[in-house]
């Protein structure tokens, strides 16, 4: 299993500040039972427990920097040494698994019904599978507009709290998508450059996000929540995961967790008009 996303998302692919691979668990334990979260959460390590599961893949990781504790009194202890605890393994394929074929932007351009696609910037890195690189690019099988577009987007990610934010004209015709799951503010130009009439990412910041739609009138603007642009990878992690198996004569129960690990819990609206 652990040579299977290994192939899939070559470690050695993540950028250098990343930290992907197994981060609890014995590598030769043999896995029959997965389950797939955007992160190792309380809720998600628990799950993965309650599911008797020998393995927790995750996209985020958990240990970004080095810590000197996992006591329970702090959340990563209680995660870590719940996993411990329950038999369960945890493995991390983030940035590795962003710009891979079948990883999370392109899986987003699936989501939303995108073809023809292609990497929005070509990954240089010499490990890099082919066709590998940051976000995707392709159009719409029809044109619509970006309302419509939009609407599209708020209904095949997993709902949040924050919905789908829109900076563009809502009549606007649409074709050509542009997308990179997680945050992908710092792709802003190469979606301008690669002619995208829409460019959908998630966490777009006010300063950048103004001066760009201040420079030119497209691509529109479609921010998503980070965890809904990343969790539709999860199924096709899930369904990799299975025909790998099945490839080496095996069966592995894979299952996706959707234990909703959006920070946001709800959004208010005024009930009257307000001055700033």
């Not at 980070?226 to 592995?252: I, K, Y």
Request: hydrophobic residues 45%.
């Amino acid at each position: 299993m652990l040579a299977d996303l290994k192939r899939r998302y070559p470690p050695s692919t993540a950028q250098d500040w990343d930290a992907v691979g197994l981060v609890v668990g014995d590598p030769t334990r043999p896995v029959r039972r997965v389950l797939c979260a955007v992160e190792a959460t309380e809720a998600t390590a628990a799950e993965a427990v309650e599911l008797a599961a020998d393995l927790l893949v995750v996209h985020h990781p958990l240990l970004l920097r080095g810590v000197t504790s996992i006591a329970e009194t702090t959340a990563k202890g209680r995660i870590l040494t719940g996993l411990v605890r329950g038999g369960v393994a945890l493995y991390a394929a983030h940035t590795n698994a962003d710009d891979a074929p079948g990883g999370v932007s392109e899986s987003l351009a699936e989501a939303v019904g995108l073809v023809d696609l292609e990497p929005l910037v070509p990954s240089s890195h010499p490990d890099s599978l082919a066709g590998s690189g940051t976000g995707r690019v392709g159009r719409l099988p029809v044109p619509t507009t970006l309302e419509a577009f939009a609407r599209h987007v708020a209904s095949v990610l997993p709902a949040t709290a924050q919905g789908i934010r829109i900076a563009g004209a809502r009549e606007g015709v649409v074709e050509r998508i542009a997308v990179c799951g997680g945050s992908g503010d710092s792709y802003l130009e190469a979606a301008r450059a690669s002619g995208a009439d829409v460019y959908l990412t998630a966490d777009l910041r006010h300063h950048p996000a103004t001066d760009f739609r201040a420079a030119a009138d497209r691509p529109f603007l479609l921010d998503a929540a980070h965890w809904a642009s990343e969790w539709v990878w999860l199924p096709n992690l899930a369904d990799q995961l299975r025909r790998d198996a099945a490839a080496r004569g095996t069966t592995v129960e894979v299952h996706v967790s959707t234990e909703r690990t959006d920070a946001w819990t709800d959004v208010a609206h005024a009930t009257r008009g307000v001055n700033p």
